[in-house]
């Protein structure tokens, strides 16, 4: 906006200081929100110079993906100064965005994101546009810890005791906590830095309705937990973040730009892998071919490894268009089969359906377009205000809801939406990927109530999908089965759920805010009495979707396990030097959020691999 323009729109002139002043205040606001993701907040491109010679170098180590377990995987084993670590990314830098937690859910439906949707099914999300389920992964430096809602959870000691007793030696819980461990505890120094996870609390922006939470379930006898820790495992606790400051703190800052100046750590940013190339045993991937900035076709040569962390979608879609998978699908894709493994298989999630709650109708406080503007300086300014944080997402809880284990069978989160705040109510909305038809009844209510989002989570799903590819053209997206509520046992425990939401509803603290669920007009479920049997399971029908938990589909299981895909050293059976190292290759999804997990298995992943080249290596401790 020039002076002139300004000048323009005012009745009144300025002679010239105040003109000056509000110029200068522009140009500061510019500034700051230039200033949230400057190009060196992130690993620089080495594209260019990749373009610039005329044979490709030549990498030790190849990692495809730099999300949460690429970025980890790649700054340890970059310690080792005599390892060249190459790093090949789909996306670019993240957005502005990804660094404000306020507005986490306006990345979806973007060019930073793969916007997947699944096969249609008459058992989940018909009430969201094209009645299928929205899954968006990340596609930037961050990957999916570029977009998700920033909490960290571990997970349960059953989850991983559960993965030993599974024949997975190695990974019980006594076995991975201490690389839960390393991955958020500060090392190294200024000359010899090493990555970590910064963790922090998410200032709470909404007292009152954290207030509520916490007095609604202890008055049921859920008790608040600190930390979830083994022996804490059922409760309601303020997770913490993956933030610092009001910023987003994932692996790629913690791990990968922290430790991007070495110089055997190089990171090309657009480059989509599109083929693993074997040699003619088909034990060794010899070299990676990616097409770079959607334009040239490359190639890099693989020396020891080939690590594969693209995540649970993108990792099985690639290990199948290079002929690894099931020969009957390979087959029908006409790629020519290497190795007969069920990758693809054993796809879980944790499958959630959202309840809405109104609360404080009729009060008369009301967001206004002027607080809009107030946050957004603040933020800017300040690093103050609504957008540091998302509500009371971070407030979290974990319930077993038949009491007969101390581990959880359900997961509660929840969105808070102030009454009048229309654009956050639009962004929200638009992410979960709600149709239009229910998103005008829900928009209905917030003219005159405060809206919590409830989202109530099956941590113990039994029902698996698969993943197939839907043709041998590496742009086309695969199909995406989910097989949500295949198991009856996963909509009985969802039941519920909501029957122990209904129990808040009747609490002191719950009813001194007016809070009720909001039922929405769903054609289908109107001959059902509401809050019924019927009705319940009808509705979740309409409102059930993913937690974005995908995971499971390069399977972990001993080599004598036909499911298996990787062995318990994360290498791909039958091969000798591919490891996959992401959420892909959990037996069983934890009964928690993932991204904490998905760390983990960078971290031990990387021991594995400096144990087989240990005759070689000259790692810094």
């Given at each position: 906006m020039t002076l002139p323009l300004l000048e323009a729109q005012c009745a009144a002139q300025s002679i010239g200081p105040f003109n000056s002043m509000v110029s200068a205040l522009l140009q500061a606001l510019l500034a700051a929100q230039c200033a949230i993701s400057p190009p060196e907040l992130w690993p620089p491109d080495y594209a260019n110079a990749l373009l610039g010679r005329a044979a490709p170098d030549k990498y030790d180590f190849v990692v495809v993906g730099a999300g949460s377990a690429g970025s980890v995987i790649a700054s340890r084993l970059s310690e080792n100064p005599n390892w060249k670590v190459l790093v090949l990314e789909a996306g670019g830098d993240p957005p502005q965005e990804?660094?404000?937690?306020?507005?986490?859910f306006s990345l979806e439906h973007t060019n930073v994101t793969w916007n997947y949707l699944t096969e249609h099914s008459d058992k989940a999300c018909q009430g969201f546009v094209e009645r299928r389920c929205y899954w968006p992964r990340g596609k930037m430096i961050g990957g999916s810890g570029g977009v998700n809602g920033m909490l960290y959870v571990r997970?349960?000691?059953?989850?991983?005791?559960?993965?030993?007793?599974?024949?997975?030696?190695?990974?019980?819980w006594s076995d991975v906590l201490p690389y839960f461990e390393r991955s958020v505890h500060p090392v190294g120094n200024e000359t010899q830095p090493q990555g970590y996870v910064t963790l922090s609390a998410f200032p709470v922006n909404d007292p009152d309705i954290e207030q509520m939470i916490y007095a609604g379930t202890a008055e049921l006898g859920i008790p608040r937990v600190h930390l979830f820790t083994e022996g804490s495992e059922i409760g309601y606790s303020n997770l913490p973040g993956t933030i610092r400051n009001g910023r987003r703190m994932s692996p790629s800052k913690g791990h990968l730009a922290n430790v991007a100046k070495r110089p055997n750590l190089q990171v090309i940013k657009n480059a989509q892998v599109t083929k693993l190339n074997f040699d003619e045993s088909g034990k060794n991937v010899r070299s990676v071919s990616f097409i770079l900035r959607n334009e040239r076709k490359m190639r890099v040569s693989v020396g020891r490894e080939l690590v594969l962390s693209a995540g649970a979608i993108e990792s099985p879609k690639l290990l199948m268009l290079s002929g690894v998978g099931s020969a009957a699908h390979l087959k029908k894709m006409q790629i020519p089969t290497l190795h007969d493994l069920p990758v693809g298989d054993n796809l879980n999630d944790h499958v959630q359906f959202v309840t809405f709650l109104k609360l404080n109708e009729g009060v008369?406080?009301?967001l206004t377009p002027q607080d809009g503007f107030d946050n957004t300086y603040n933020y800017l300014m300040h690093r103050r205000g609504p957008l540091i944080s998302h509500g009371v997402a971070s407030l979290t809880g974990f319930i077993n809801t038949l009491k007969n284990s101390p581990y959880p069978d359900v997961e509660f989160h929840h969105f808070i939406l102030r009454r009048g705040d229309f654009?956050?109510?639009?962004?929200?909305?638009?992410?979960?990927?709600?149709?239009?038809?229910?998103?005008?009844q829900i928009r209905s209510v917030l003219e005159n109530a405060d809206i919590l989002g409830m989202f109530n989570i099956l941590a113990t799903p039994k029902s698996t999908g698969h993943i197939r590819l839907r043709s041998a053209d590496y742009r086309d997206p695969p199909i995406l089965t989910h097989n949500y509520f295949s198991e009856p046992e996963d909509m009985a425990t969802l039941m519920r759920a909501i029957r122990f939401q209904e129990q808040l509803l009747q609490t002191a603290a719950y009813r001194a805010m007016n809070a009720s669920l909001i039922h929405p007009i769903i054609e289908e479920c109107a001959d059902f009495e509401t809050q019924s049997d019927d009705y319940w399971r009808c509705y979740i029908k309409y409102f059930s979707c993913t937690t974005y938990h995908q995971s499971g589909t390069v399977k972990m299981a001993p080599e004598t396990d036909e499911t298996s895909c990787?062995?318990?050293?994360?290498?791909?059976?039958?091969?000798?030097?591919?490891?996959?190292?992401?959420?892909?290759?959990?037996?069983?999804?934890?009964?928690?959020?993932?991204?904490?997990?998905?760390?983990?298995?960078a971290e031990k992943a990387a021991d594995l691999i400096r144990e087989d080249w240990q005759d070689e290596c000259e790692c810094m401790h």
């Open positions: 990804s660094e404000v937690p306020g507005v986490l997970g349960h000691r059953g989850d991983y005791d559960n993965w030993a007793r599974a024949g997975n030696e190695g990974w019980s008369a406080y009301k654009a956050g109510l639009q962004i929200f909305l638009r992410g979960l990927n709600i149709n239009d038809y229910f998103r005008a990787v062995n318990p050293r994360l290498r791909l059976r039958g091969m000798d030097n591919v490891r996959v190292v992401d959420a892909s290759i959990m037996p069983r999804v934890p009964s928690a959020n993932t991204n904490a997990a998905t760390v983990m298995i």
